[in-house]
Structure formats: C-alpha cells, structure tokens
C-alpha cells in the first residue's frame, strides 16, 4: 500500500511539473486610417492580397469585406520555428508543431470621403502532429497584419 501512495505522489509531482500557462493574447497592431478615399484604399487591398499571392475566399466592396482562403506558411521540420515566428503557440503537452496556416479577413471602411479605416483579422492555426493530431488556434504576433498594412499604404 505503501508503494501505491508513493507512486501517486510521484506521478502527481510529474504531472503538477508539466502543467501547461494559459495563453496571454500578445496586442498587436492590426487596425490603420489612412487619408484616401475608400476606392483608392479598396485597390490597393486587393493589389496587395494578389501581390502576396492569398487566394480570396470572398470580396465584397459594398461591405468593405475581403476573405482570403487558408494558405499554408509552414510545414516539415521548420514549422515550429516559422510558426513562433508570426503566432504564439497554444500550451500543448508534449506538442510536436508540423503545420501551419492561416486566412485573414480586411474590413474596409470609409470614415469619409478622404479618410479610410482599415482592421486585418488573422486566423491563425499550428497542427499538432504528436498527441492530438489536430489544428490549434494560435494567437498572432501582429507579423502578417503589418506586412499587409505597410503594402497597402505603399501603393496609396
């Protein structure tokens, strides 16, 4: 019996040891007003999603709303590196990161006739290739939606 509540403790230790944080969302910089009219802002958008090659999903102009597909950005034996590049990892135990991939959503607004918001949503997702064989939500670092804001407002 003894053995028993020894190995309880035990186990317990090791587990409590490898006990996963929660995930803290990094604030990232993912919304721009810029001084052009909404139509100036509308083209470059969709130059830049063309220039950066992300397949859209769906586009409507007269609600200012463009979707893009899911594109893969990291695969094979560099995909943990390339993910914690743009994303923070969800806390996984004992998480082998295969894959990543991710789809962004612009939303265009016109404040008026000179003045134009922008706000970038990345979803981004690692898949887990050890335990759960599944995708993860990961939180972005603000990487992708600043390389698309800084297109954008170079072909304004």
Known sequence: ???????????SAILAGCATTQMVKPTIQD???IQAP?????GAVVATLAE?????ESIEKESGLVTTKFVTFASGILAEKEIDRIAQRPPVLL???SQGRYTVSIFVTSIDENTTKIK???HIEAFENNLT?????CYSKGV???QILVSIRLKI
């Open 144 to 146: 992708i939606e600043r």
């Open 95 to 97: 998480a082998i990161w």
């Open 38 to 42: 909404f139509d100036k802002v509308w």
């Open 52 to 56: 950066m090659a992300l397949p859209i």
């Open 1 to 11: 019996m003894r053995k028993f509540y020894l190995s309880v403790v035990l186990l």
């Open 120 to 122: 970038i949503t990345t």
């Open 31 to 33: 919304t721009d007003v």
């Open 133 to 137: 064989k599944s995708w993860h939500v």
